[in-house]
């Protein structure tokens, strides 16, 4: 389960209704108050990911709490209760009570990945705080690329990773590149909830103070 140091992968840690019930919310957060959207980078490439966001809009690379690039509008908070589920999640996979204790994740990001969507090796450096990244996956499964902090070429581990896995980057792993080299279509379990493609939650705390 302990890819590196700080990274835990727990399969099958949300159980079917729990992916159902977030499969279900995500849709809904993706129609608005500001609309799931493919994120253009600034030099004009557009991601083939879809993203919302809550508590602040992320856009390459950087957080707001209004959505100056899609609209202005202000995104939705964040709710307790994922929150809380990201503090369990990290105590279950960590088990450190202590880092659970003190998780305060304050945004949730959401991709949506469809048809040949992907995500190129990157760090998620846009974050002021080294508090950890939770990450709940729901619907098809994906290849998950884990490298390492200094280049985003090898070595790196390719895992899978399924409807209801969790997976935690701290520690040592927070600011390792990463990427979704492909998706595998048809693989959502029929009772996931989902079967339109991916759907990935990641837990974060920015760091920032409006
Ligand atoms: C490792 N998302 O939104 S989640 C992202 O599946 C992102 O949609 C991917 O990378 C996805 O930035 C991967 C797993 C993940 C998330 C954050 C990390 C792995 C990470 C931060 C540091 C190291
Ligand atoms: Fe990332």
Aim: glycine share 10%; hydrophobic share 35%.
């Amino acid at each position: 389960r302990q890819l590196a140091p700080g990274a835990v992968h727990v399969p099958g840690w949300l159980d079917p209704p729990r992916q159902r019930q977030l499969a279900a919310a995500c849709r809904d957060w993706a129609l608005g108050p500001v609309p799931a959207r493919a994120a253009v980078l600034p030099g004009g490439a557009r991601m083939s990911v879809r993203t919302v966001c809550l508590g602040w809009h992320w856009q390459p690379y950087r957080y707001s709490r209004t959505a100056d690039d899609a609209g202005g509008g202000r995104v939705a908070e964040l709710p307790d209760w994922l929150a809380d589920l990201g503090r369990a999640a990290l105590a279950d996979a960590w088990q450190d009570h202590a880092a659970a204790r003190d998780y305060r994740p304050d945004t949730a990001l959401i991709n949506f990945y469809q048809g040949s969507a992907r995500m190129g090796m990157h760090q998620d450096k846009d974050e002021r705080s080294d508090q950890p990244v939770v990450s709940f996956s729901i619907g098809d499964s994906c290849l998950f690329r884990f490298g390492n902090p200094d280049t985003r070429n090898r070595p790196y581990t390719d895992v899978e990773l399924a409807s209801g896995d969790v997976f935690v980057f701290g520690g040592p792993s927070r600011f390792c590149y990463h990427g979704v080299p492909k998706t595998i279509p048809g693989t959502a379990p029929d009772d996931s909830g989902h079967q339109a493609g991916r759907i990935n939650i990641t837990l974060r705390r920015t760091g920032l103070a409006d």
